[in-house]
């Protein structure tokens, strides 16, 4: 006889994990005890030396489906006479090491039991069980055990208990488990507050309202949802007024891929990711319009399927899909509590469905893109954090990185593995920054990191950047900033495991460069010590500065004064409408004389210029609308491109240009920018001379210029490496920031 000891690390908690090893221990005839602690798993066995390698053998290769086991320590000891096998309690103490599992969709199971009217939880629209439902949106504390999540107000009734309590029902420590009789209740209220209904009831209300084009806001996993008839256009303009948001598309979550394929063509990839547990939302090519305010004047909308049983159940009674946008004022956090709900939502719907479920953190939907058959998160939240991303080499120190401005996300780094905060969103007013605040401490609470170290992006006015400064202050801990396109570039390394030197090309829409500058366009040569910009996009300037950001046609403009100069009045006249001879004298003063003009050598602005140039967008209503114009507009059967030059370190766009103004065929000019595109990076490529080439930054989102590189680089034997972990926005700049390792500043 013989003692086994096990000591597992990953995401080994909630998932299923003892009862798994409850029962193959019992069919192994082995004696001991299975717990969790705040490192992971721990398991004593004993028998024979056999046995003890059989259950070895069957703890890898039949854990459950979303068990992932980072490491494993083994220890073989004599034995000590155990008499039986239990589940211990959990124990607190230690390191927390443990991942926290994402919320999980609900699985067939549960479905099938919500929808059977003889089951007990008919209905019921908190259904889960062991597989399946919230997890890091109600756990407060590790380890993931019932009184440390949300779920502890409710005392479980006897037949929840039993199910909870037998190692062999699929319920076993189900920490959110639940019925109608014990567990949480939803509630239909009037925008003013009033209880309509309860329950059952409070459903089928809910349904009468949708299905009468009302606007209802519903609380759900890691906020409220403001959802609408997806076909009705009186419905879905009425919400966008209301929001006052113009054109940026609305997500649809449709009852089954069924419904979806009415309206969209998804592709067998596509089907898989909108079936995976973690249920993103996926953009993809439409077939039929929605009603057309949806996704106005896009080829693609970001479909979704239900992932809580509450959408299930308000789905299913439903002929049509639903917009089911994020319930926030523009901008600000996804809203999560009941009260916040009646404050900040009341204005925008006629209804809201609430319960009492305590949403412990903002959690929105994540977004997925496939790009090069890669599918590539846009917006990594929902269904994936905080899974953390593995690293092929340990960090030397506990790292907090704050990531960037937009679309922000902040990482905590130690040893092997960095974990990667829900989508934290753009901090650019007071409220975001207070939510980014909170969330930076609730992970470093929830994890007891203490970090020795804070990495922020080199922007001088991004507000994370100053409150690392401060955090670093108050903690006594040193501060480190990265280039913001470095950050990129070392966040598509980090994820694909690559040690080499590599080129980077970190293409986006602007990050302060080290010359101050705004960077955009670069080619970097870099390990995780350091980089150089070995190429970049010849710099234009930006007229207006952060205006030119939002309106292409500034930046049309500046590169025409750029390459005419003070010809170029009717050149703007023709291509650019709607502008007065003495506006364009005005921008012509700014550019000439530097006024509020920073040089800039974005290439996602270059896409506003062409989008400009070519009457498709003068102002933007959303960030990286042109590019996503320009993406719609390509098409793969022009090969044509333009020409460009190579001038020293800068990539010189004047011919490009000029080429493109003396473009007779119209519709083939976006094609043959992102072909011209696609060829600066293979020439670079071959200047440089480096095998491994990282493609990383928000204009890496756009999936015709991906697979055009790609195709172009692998043909002439480059190794090509795109995002599939963390966005190739600026959501995935903590990442980077993280395992940047200059090792002198330490
Ligand atoms: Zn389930
Ligand atoms: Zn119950
Ligand atoms: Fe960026």
């Not at 994936?384 to 593995?390: C, M, V």
């Not at 709607?578 to 270059?606: D, F, I, M």
């Not at 007779?664 to 043959?672: D, G, H, L, N, W």
Request: glycine content about 8%; charged content about 25%.
């Amino acid at each position: 006889m013989e003692r086994l000891r096990v000591r597992l690390k990953g995401a080994v908690q909630g998932v299923g994990f003892r009862p798994f090893v409850y029962r193959v221990a019992r069919e192994l005839g082995l004696k001991g005890f299975v717990l969790n602690d705040s490192g992971g798993v721990e398991i004593e066995v004993e028998g024979e030396r056999s046995k003890l390698e059989e259950f070895l053998v069957r703890l890898n290769r039949d854990k459950p489906p979303l068990a992932h086991i980072y490491s494993q320590d083994l220890e073989f000891l004599p034995s000590v006479g155990y008499e039986d096998f239990e589940i211990k309690e959990s124990r607190g103490e230690g390191e927390r090491e443990v991942s926290v599992l994402p919320d999980i969709a609900t699985c067939d199971k549960c479905l099938k039991e919500l929808f059977e009217p003889n089951d007990r939880r008919y209905m019921y629209p908190f259904i889960n069980c062991t597989n399946c439902g919230p997890r890091f949106t109600i756990v407060e504390a590790l380890p993931y055990d019932r009184p440390n999540t949300s779920m502890k107000k409710f005392s479980m009734c006897k037949e929840c208990l039993r199910e909870y309590r037998d190692p062999m029902d699929r319920r076993f420590h189900a920490q959110p488990n639940a019925c109608p009789v014990c567990g949480p209740q939803v509630r239909l209220l009037s925008s003013k507050g009033k209880e309509i209904a309860r329950g059952r009831e409070a459903l089928k209300a809910l349904v009468e309202k949708l299905a009468k084009g009302r606007i209802c806001a519903v609380k759900g996993i890691g906020g409220f949802h403001l959802m609408c008839n997806a076909t009705d256009e009186e419905a879905v303009r009425e919400l966008r007024e209301r929001k006052r948001r113009q054109e940026k598309p609305f997500a649809v979550m449709f009852k089954d891929l069924g419904q979806m394929k009415e309206f969209a063509l998804p592709t067998k990839l596509e089907e898989a990711l909108l079936l995976s547990p973690e249920r993103p939302i996926v953009l993809i090519d439409k077939k039929k319009e929605l009603a057309p305010s949806v996704a106005p004047g896009l080829k693609k909308v970001g479909a979704f399927l239900p992932y809580s049983p509450l959408h299930h159940i308000i789905l299913r009674e439903l002929s049509f899909p639903l917009v089911a946008t994020s319930g926030n004022l523009s901008n600000e956090p996804i809203v999560k509590d009941n009260d916040e709900a009646l404050e900040k939502l009341s204005p925008f719907c006629d209804y809201l469905l609430v319960h009492n479920r305590d949403i412990v953190r903002r959690c929105d939907d994540s977004v997925v893109k496939v790009i090069a058959k890669i599918p590539t998160p846009i917006r990594r939240s929902r269904g994936y954090a905080p899974l953390p991303i593995k690293l092929g080499f340990p960090l030397e120190k506990r790292i907090l990185a704050v990531g960037g401005m937009l679309k922000n996300t902040f990482a905590i780094g130690s040893q092997e593995r960095v974990i990667l905060s829900q989508h934290v969103g753009d901090i650019n007013n007071l409220s975001n920054l207070e939510a980014f605040e909170e969330a930076v401490h609730d992970l470093l609470k929830l994890y007891q990191f203490e970090p020795q170290l804070v990495v922020c992006d080199m922007h001088p006015r991004y507000e994370t950047s100053r409150w690392a400064q401060d955090f670093s202050r108050q903690r006594g801990i040193p501060l480190i900033k990265v280039q913001h396109h470095y950050a990129h570039v070392l966040s598509c390394m980090a994820e694909n495991g690559i040690k080499e030197k590599v080129l980077g090309i970190a293409w986006d829409g602007t990050g302060y460069g080290e010359d101050g500058t705004l960077w955009g366009g670069e080619f970097l040569i870099a390990d995780y010590q350091s980089y150089i910009r070995a190429y970049h996009i010849k710099p234009f300037k930006l007229i207006g500065g952060e205006r030119a950001v939002k309106e292409p046609k500034r930046v049309a403009i500046s590169i025409l004064f750029h390459i005419y100069g003070k010809d170029a009045f009717g050149v703007v006249e023709e291509r650019i409408k709607g502008l007065s001879e003495k506006e364009v004298e005005l921008l012509y003063k700014a550019w000439s004389g530097n006024v509020n003009s920073p040089l800039s050598s974005s290439v996602g602005r270059l896409f506003d210029a062409v989008a400009s140039l070519l009457g498709l967008k003068q102002v933007l209503s959303y960030e990286g609308q042109a590019a996503i114009m320009l993406e719609d507009r390509f098409d793969g059967s022009v090969n044509e491109a333009y020409p460009f030059e190579i001038e020293g370190r800068q990539i010189n766009w004047v011919p490009t240009f000029l080429a493109l103004l003396s473009d007779k065929e119209v519709e083939k000019i976006p094609s043959r920018f992102i072909n011209t595109l696609a060829r600066i990076s293979l020439s670079v490529a071959r200047e440089v001379g480096i095998q491994k080439v990282c493609l990383s930054g928000g204009v890496m989102q756009n999936a015709p210029l991906v697979e055009k590189i790609k195709e172009r680089l692998q043909a002439e034997g480059f190794e090509v490496y795109t995002h599939r972990s963390v966005p190739p926005n600026d959501g995935g700049i903590s990442l980077g920031q993280a395992v940047y390792r200059n090792v002198q500043s330490l």
